[in-house]
């Protein structure tokens, strides 16, 4: 499969045996960037990846309560971008609406 071509901010979903697709997003590798809030509180030691691990890795901040990052190969089969899954997604909320408790 070829890596995907995602930039900066863009959603993907990270796919987990067992567990619905996670949102996250995708973050620069440039310490610096100061256009995405996220970067400011991604820890240090991802950042000290090779030029060459950065070629082959994604930065994410896993979306949740609490945002978690990590770090994902660009040829992983378990990550979906958002135009995979939009409609699919779409469709499960629309026939669950009115029924779900979000208390």
């Known amino acids: 499969m070829p890596a ?3 930039s900066p901010g863009q959603l993907v979903f990270q796919r987990w045996t067992g567990l619905p697709l ?3 997003r995708v973050l620069s590798w440039d310490p610096q960037n100061k256009i995405d ?3 400011a509180y991604v820890e ?3 950042f000290d990846k090779t030029e060459e691990e950065k070629e082959t890795l994604y930065l994410l901040v896993y979306l949740g309560p609490i945002a978690e990052f ?3 190969e660009k040829d992983s089969e378990d990550l979906v ?3 995979d899954v939009r409609d ?3 469709g499960a909320y629309s026939e ?3 029924r779900v408790d979000y208390d």
């Open 88 to 90: 699919a997604l779409r």
């Open 4 to 6: 995907l071509q995602l």
């Open 96 to 98: 669950t609406s009115g």
């Open 70 to 72: 990590g770090v994902q």
């Open 37 to 39: 809030p996220m970067q």
């Open 44 to 46: 240090k030691t991802l």
């Open 81 to 83: 971008p958002w135009e």
């Open 22 to 24: 996670w949102p996250c």
